[in-house]
DNA sequence: TCTCATATTCAACGGGTGTTGAATGAAGGA
DNA sequence: TCCTTCATTCAACACCCGTTGAATATGAGA
């Protein structure tokens, strides 16, 4: 009498479902991202996702237990005071990780997205889990003030929200805008900017503005220029 | 039969009902905001809203039409060739003229939220109204690097990029950040992490990274910091 | 007083949302 | 073969959304 009830898939595991929610969080952000659309991209039903995840803010907090923690262990690796690197290779470090994190998409526009906005539940969600990486930040920028390659006039917090936020921006921005202003294919022109971008902060923060950086000082060429 | 239909304002003109989504935006953002909670901001029935506008994106960009052509013509002035002022002091009057209408407080949410996301029609309308202001920043970065203040070698979109685009960061972030590290009032605190950033960024895009700041270096005591 | 343009509300439409509970599929063990 | 357990779907709930059309209240002018 009803229409036969089969599984599309002969099997569809958490991993699975969580996957398709962070291609989807990363398309729509997390408030646009509906448990259909999840579903759909997943290749199942709604309510299977209910099988797995009590609701929607499961499966954000699961995204983040599973991608957090290993950035969180970089950056700590980094603040070790036995890492003999100075302290700009290690920020420009920092910068590297998250461009590769963020090129594995979702995270990033996820916590961005929800960090201020989209529910104090999930404000507090993010900002719990990332408070290992501030940390560790901190650290490092205190550090760097103690060797006197620091300013020491100002609060490694700002400095580190200086540096992060704006790496967050370029990595929204630029790969959308870069055809706007130069002839780089897109990718390229995110890795210049990152570098313009470091340069700039380092040069702002460092006690000596003439200290070498961690990369040629490769900028962008007039010809490239739009 | 049917109960008494009576307005419960005597009049309720256009401009009412824009300051009321205006506040709606600031609190929800513009994607969140409904016609509904517009409404009831306003103190009347949804409909009338449609009355005055021809749909939620009309006003969005109503609110745009009235707001941003001041900031520009503000911008546009500093621009000029024959404003007597340095570099330093044109780019953190900018600043001031961010501050100052964004403590009007929907405007900057409304654009930062849209900007980016929020449907590709009204990404448009923004960056679109927006040009002109970034036609005038554009011109301020590039007779700053013609009179050998600014660094020639940075693209002024990026400078003007890294310059707006934190000042945007600190708006949002610094007062609700601003108890977690120090003991002044939200407010003072904005207003020193909104030097500290110029300080900052002057620093790293100045031909002379020594030039002088056009306010006391006025930065956060350590008794100040938490 | 009657008329008419303006201002306002009510009720509904179609559609999307997160979530739930019951029903049914497949698969493995006794 | 039967039973149980896991995986999956269907159908529905209650609610919110943007928008529309018809109805009605208000106030000014003739």
């Known amino acids: 009498m009803s229409a036969p009830r089969r599984p599309k898939h002969a099997r569809l595991d958490r991993d699975a479902v969580l996957a398709a929610a962070l291609r ?14 999840i579903a759909r991209e997943a290749g199942c039903d709604a309510s299977l996702i209910y099988y797995y995840f009590e609701n929607k803010e499961a499966i954000f ?16 690796r980094l603040a070790n005071p036995r890492d003999p690197r100075t302290t700009a ?6 910068i590297r990780l998250f461009h590769d994190h963020a090129s594995d998409p979702g995270l990033r ?3 961005k ?41 100002l609060p490694p917090i700002l400095a580190m929200m ?9 990595l929204d921005l630029v790969p959308v805008m870069a055809p706007a202003f130069t002839t780089l294919e897109p990718e390229e022109a995110l890795l210049r900017a990152e570098r313009i971008w470091f340069d700039v902060y380092w040069r702002g923060i460092a006690v000596d503005p003439s200290a070498p950086l961690p990369f040629p000082p490769a900028l962008i060429a007039p010809e490239e220029l739009r």
């Open 24 to 37: 989807v969080f990363a398309r729509e952000g997390v408030e646009g991202a509906s448990m259909r659309a």
């Open 61 to 76: 907090e699961a995204i983040l237990d599973e991608r957090v923690p290993p950035i969180a262990r970089q950056v700590r």
């Open 89 to 94: 290779e290690k920020l420009w470090a920092v």
């Open 109 to 111: 526009s996820v916590i």
């Open 113 to 153: 997205g929800q960090a201020l906005r989209g529910g104090p539940s999930m404000g507090n969600a993010v900002v719990r889990r990332l408070l290992p990486i501030q940390v560790a930040m901190r650290a490092i920028f205190r550090r760097g003030q103690r060797r006197g390659e620091v300013r020491p006039d």
């Open 162 to 170: 200086f540096l992060l936020r704006m790496e967050a921006e370029i």
